[in-house]
Nanobody, 121 residues
Framework: QVQLVESGGGLVQPGGSLRLSCACSGTIFSINDMGWYRQVPGKQRELVAAITGGGSTNYADSVKGRFTISRDNAQKTVTLQMNSLKPGDTAVYYC???????????????WGQGTQVTVSS
């Protein structure tokens, strides 16, 4: 099976920075698009940032200019550098990836378990 494990969440003050990492493990043949989503209680999960297999990136308007997504294909990881954090960034952040487990299988979408990010004084 494929596992996505997030790390780096925690408590940070407004204006501070935090770096989230997501490691993919298991039987992995290829990874296509990857992304970070976040969710707060009572609201829909929303896309924060995405990165394609070729390295193209997309960001939610609310984080554009503050967050940076990157990937390391050799390590099978995706990271989210978060700067100038605001209280509104408080949420559970989830890693997401499209993974092919073998040449004969199609891509499937996988989720991490999530990591809490709290921005508060």
């Amino acid at each position: 099976q494929v596992q996505l494990v997030e790390s780096g969440g925690g408590l940070v003050q407004p204006g501070g920075s935090l770096r989230l990492s997501c490691a993919c493990s298991g039987t992995i043949f290829s990874i296509n698009d990857m992304g970070w989503y976040r969710q707060v209680p009572g609201k829909q999960r929303e896309l924060v940032a995405a990165i394609t297999g070729g390295g193209s990136t997309n960001y939610a308007d609310s984080v554009k200019g503050r967050f940076t997504i990157s990937r390391d294909n050799a390590q099978k990881t995706v990271t989210l550098q978060m700067n100038s954090l605001k209280p509104g960034d408080t949420a559970v952040y989830y890693c997401n990836a499209d993974v092919k487990t073998s040449y004969l299988r199609k891509f499937y979408n996988y989720w991490g378990q999530g990591t809490q990010v709290t921005v508060s004084s």
